[in-house]
């Protein structure tokens, strides 16, 4: 008796260890995201706020979810090379020069990936293969 209540346990241990693990896409999503974070956090925060609120009229915010779901295939491209001239945000104009970011193609994913998932967006994990695709098509 006492070795199949053992047994038991130990099989119910298993089972419930299983259940709280995560699957692979949802770790990739958390490395992704903890690592575009600490990226954020260095590089971009300084100006787009540490709630990505911008800078009142001289920076962007990047709580405009309809913006940064519409362009989603283009961040890519921005956080690489930057961006200048005039852009509408939430109906807003801005116009201030955004430096490249010097940052590798993983490093940019995982930026992407961080933004498009933080200040009420929800655009899901943005790939590194997603990434090197949209590098190519920067125009």
Same mark, same amino acid.
């Given at each position: 008796m006492n070795k199949a209540v053992i047994i038991l346990t130990g099989l119910v241990a298993i089972v419930m260890i299983a259940a709280?693990?995560?699957?692979?896409?949802?770790?990739?999503?958390?490395?992704?995201?903890?690592?575009?974070k600490l990226l954020y956090q260095q590089k971009c925060q300084n100006c787009h706020g540490s709630k990505g609120e911008g800078l009142?009229?001289?920076?962007?915010?990047l709580t405009d979810t309809a913006y940064i779901s519409k362009n989603r295939n283009k961040l890519a491209c921005i956080i690489q090379n930057g961006m200048g001239g005039f852009i509408s945000v939430s $109906?807003?104009?801005?116009? &201030?020069?955004?430096?490249?970011?010097?940052l590798s193609p993983i *490093?940019?994913?995982?930026?992407?990936?961080?933004? $498009?998932?933080?200040?009420? &967006?929800?655009?899901?994990?943005?790939?590194?293969?997603?990434? *090197?695709?949209?590098?190519?098509?920067?125009?």
């Open positions: 709280s693990c995560q699957n692979e896409g949802q770790m990739e999503y958390a490395r992704y995201y903890t690592g575009g009142s009229a001289l920076i962007p915010p $109906g807003k104009m801005y116009e &201030n020069q955004m430096p490249p970011s010097g *490093e940019i994913a995982e930026v992407a990936t961080y933004l $498009g998932n933080s200040f009420g &967006n929800k655009t899901g994990i943005i790939s590194i293969e997603q990434v *090197e695709k949209n590098l190519n098509e920067c125009q």
